[in-house]
């Protein structure tokens, strides 16, 4: 199974930069992805990563250590619209798994003035 | 290209009563998956479906039954609501071809049950 943790709640201030880490147990890993929610939307997808390593991808950034079970998404420049649920979710690695996620709980960010 | 999209958006049933919820996608995707989210519990996988006319359970099947008899539409069916089935309910797909493989959801049904 799998088993993914990352933070309730951060708050940061606009213009800052805050990272939100992702913890993972899993019997199976094909991939982590990063995805945001604002309130009473659907999720929709950020980032995506499978080797090591830092993707960016503009003010956002994720980051990967498989042998750790980590990663982290970093947002830079925060602005006000970036007041959001982020999720984190790891794909299954089983073959004929149906590429299956698996997603945390959600980091609530509010950014304030 | 409406993408994914949800029928109904917002549904309130007594306990006992049956519904289907449907989800389409006009983006040929292959795989189809429906979630359930509540509050501290993250988005949880109902059941999801490889193809047309293949259907596999979640994580959190029981309740629920679905059925894809044309690989445009996944439907989600509730025989007998329970005050515990009250949540929003997303839909998403995947397209095979793609590299990364990204599911795309729907805007969601959020359904309370009385």
């Known amino acids: 199974g799998q088993n993914i943790d990352q933070p309730t709640e951060m708050t940061a201030t606009e213009g800052a930069i805050v990272q939100i880490n992702c913890t993972y147990q899993?019997?199976?890993?094909?991939?982590l992805f990063w995805y945001q929610q604002h309130a009473g939307e659907a999720p929709t997808f950020l980032s995506y990563n499978v080797l090591d390593g830092l993707e960016e991808k503009g003010r956002f950034s994720s980051f990967l250590s498989r042998s750790k079970g980590y990663s982290y998404l970093l947002l830079k420049e925060l602005q006000m619209k970036d007041s959001a649920s982020y999720l984190c979710?790891?794909?299954?690695?089983?073959?004929?798994?149906?590429?299956?996620?698996?997603f945390g709980t959600g980091t609530q960010l509010k950014v304030e003035l | 290209n409406a993408g994914v999209t949800q029928t109904p958006k917002f549904r309130v049933l007594k306990t006992g009563q049956s519904m289907t919820l449907l989800c389409a996608q006009d983006?040929?995707?292959?795989?189809m998956y429906w979630y359930r989210q509540d509050p501290g519990m993250g988005l949880r996988l109902i059941h999801y479906s490889v193809g047309e006319g293949t259907t596999a359970k979640g994580e959190v099947p029981d309740g629920y039954n679905v059925s894809r008899l044309k690989k445009q539409n996944f439907l989600l069916g509730l025989e007998s609501a329970a005050p515990s089935q009250t949540s929003v309910y997303f839909c998403a797909s995947i397209n095979q071809r793609e590299a990364f493989l990204e599911q795309y959801f729907g805007p969601g049904t959020r359904l309370t049950v009385t």
């Open positions: 899993t019997s199976g890993f094909n991939g």
């Open positions: 979710a790891v794909r299954d690695g089983v073959t004929g798994g149906g590429n299956k996620l698996t």
């Open positions: 983006m040929n995707h292959e795989y």
